[in-house]
C-alpha cells in the first residue's frame, strides 16, 4: 500500500490529539458549555436543551476514544522499540526482556517479584556496575545446583 493510504488516519489522529489537548482546544470547550449553560433560561432548562449538550458531548467523546487509543498504541510501540534499543545495547542488560510486554499478566507478576529480589540484591553491593540480570541469577542457580566451580564474582553481582 502507498504511504498515503496507510498513513492517513494515523496523521488525522496525531493532529486532533495534539490539539485537543492544548490550551485552546480546552477553552473552545469551556467557551461551549458557558454558551450552553448562559442559554438554559433562554430555553426554559427544556429536555431538548439538555438532549444537546448529552448528545455533543457523547458523540465527541465516542469519537475521542478511538482518537487518543490509537495515538497511545504508537507512543507505547516507539517506547517499547526504544526500550528494546536500550537492552540490545547494555551488556548488563538481558536479552530476554526484550518483548516481554506479550507475557501475561501473571508472567509479568514473576518477573516484578524476581527484580524486587535483584534490587535488593543491589542495594546490598558497594559496586553499581556489578551485573544484577536474569541471566546471572540463572548462571548462579546452575553453579548451585550442579556443583561446577568457575562463576565469578560479576555474574552475580554479589561478595559469595
Not at 23 to 37: N, Q, T, Y
Not at 81 to 99: H, P, Q, T, W, Y
Not at 119 to 140: F, G, P, V
Request: aromatic share 8%; no cysteine; hydrophobic share 40%.
Amino acid at each position: 500500500m502507498e504511504r498515503g493510504k496507510i498513513n492517513l488516519f494515523e496523521r488525522m489522529a496525531t493532529r486532533i490529539t495534539a490539539w485537543t489537548g492544548s490550551s485552546m482546544a480546552f477553552g473552545v470547550a469551556l467557551g461551549i458549555i458557558l454558551v450552553w449553560s448562559v442559554t438554559g433560561p433562554v430555553f426554559k432548562y427544556s429536555d431538548t436543551w439538555q438532549l444537546v449538550i448529552n448528545t455533543g458531548t457523547t458523540i465527541v467523546t465516542f469519537l475521542m476514544v478511538f482518537l487518543i487509543q490509537k495515538s497511545q498504541n504508537k507512543d507505547s510501540k516507539a517506547i517499547q522499540l526504544k526500550l528494546n534499543e536500550l537492552i540490545a545495547a547494555s551488556r548488563f542488560a538481558s536479552n530476554r526482556m526484550v518483548d516481554i510486554e506479550d507475557l501475561s499478566e501473571a508472567e509479568l507478576d514473576v518477573l516484578r517479584k524476581f527484580y524486587r529480589k535483584l534490587a535488593e540484591m543491589s542495594e546490598e553491593d558497594s559496586d553499581i556496575h556489578k551485573s544484577h540480570s536474569i541471566d546471572a541469577a540463572q548462571r548462579l542457580h546452575r553453579h548451585k545446583t550442579s556443583g561446577i566451580s568457575g562463576l565469578t564474582q560479576g555474574d552475580t553481582g554479589s561478595q559469595e
